[in-house]
């Protein structure tokens, strides 16, 4: 059996979603991710609107963080979210587009009641875009 074949027989099919549901699904990724430039102009335009959350760990925030960014290690969330306001907007970040931290500590933040949000793309990102870190 040629490759292909062997590879199609072994592979589930997959089901084509519905428009219905990439709409849905999409709609709530715009809901759930900001870019970096997004971050920063909600931070020139609205600072005190949110609150960005550095989940990396301490010595990743030590080298450099997004300017005024609260630090909070991934492990220790669960145990410092009385740290964080639930009146603000919460952007998580971690350390590029391939790391998942920010997006599950968004996750345990909007299970606690917050309004969590994730940066894509991370510090990595940031910085590509030319934005200023602190160190």
């Not at 005024?68 to 410092?80: N, Q, S, V």
Request: glycine fraction near 6%; proline fraction near 8%.
């Amino acid at each position: 059996m040629p490759a292909t074949a062997a590879r199609r027989a072994v592979t589930p099919a997959i089901n084509p979603a519905t428009p219905a549901q990439l709409k849905r699904y999409f709609e709530a990724k715009l809901a759930a991710e900001l870019g970096p430039h997004n971050v920063k102009r909600l931070m020139d335009l609205e600072p005190g609107r949110i609150v960005i959350l550095d989940v990396r760990t301490r010595e990743g925030f030590a080298k450099d963080h997004v300017p005024g960014a609260l630090h909070i290690p991934f492990e220790e969330l669960p145990t410092r979210l009385s740290e964080l306001p639930k009146t603000r907007e919460i952007i998580t970040y971690c350390w590029s587009v391939t790391c998942l931290l920010c997006t599950k500590a968004a996750l345990i933040l909007a299970s606690k009641g917050f309004r969590a949000r994730e940066m894509i793309g991370g510090i990595e990102e940031w910085k590509r875009a030319g934005f200023p870190v602190e160190q």
